[in-house]
């Protein structure tokens, strides 16, 4: 069993934006942004949808849980990650329907499928922000 590494915790760059989604995290929530010209929901926010190209979107905060779609796991990071390991990147796809690129925490790493259930946690940030990671949901 390998556990993974605690992380270190960079601040984004906040934008206007990009703020109400950075926002939504101090209050322990993660949003997604949804087209209402074409019904579709997607991850990165920003203000035109990339389906469709139209500007009516807004924020819809999600339930916090996806699955893995995939991972990697390494095992020594570089930049703010420089050291630490070993931790998990991986594509989660939300219950909303978008995939986000995120870490997994909290979890034995040699233990991962793809497939497995995750929720959402927060970890603060020196910014006005919280980096959203998922942890596995218990089997």
């Not at 556990?3 to 601040?11: F, H, Q």
């Not at 979107?57 to 703010?80: D, M, N, S």
Request: aromatic share 10%; hydrophobic share 35%; with cysteine.
């Amino acid at each position: 069993m390998t556990e993974s590494a605690v992380l270190p915790n960079p601040a984004p760059t906040i934008d206007p934006e990009t703020k109400p989604y950075w926002d939504a995290t101090l209050e322990g929530k993660l949003t997604i942004k949804h087209c209402n010209a074409c019904g579709e929901n997607h991850w990165y926010p920003r203000t035109m949808c990339p389906f469709c190209g139209a500007s009516e979107t807004e924020w819809l905060e999600t339930a916090g849980k996806g699955t893995i779609y995939t991972f990697a796991i390494t095992r020594k990071g570089l930049g703010h990650y420089g050291g630490v390991g070993p931790y998990v990147l991986a594509f989660v796809t939300l219950d909303e329907g978008p995939t986000m690129l995120t870490n997994i925490v909290e979890c034995d790493v040699d233990a991962l499928q793809i497939g497995d259930e995750v929720e959402v946690v927060f970890h603060k940030t020196e910014a006005e922000a919280a980096l959203p990671r998922f942890r596995p949901v218990a089997r």
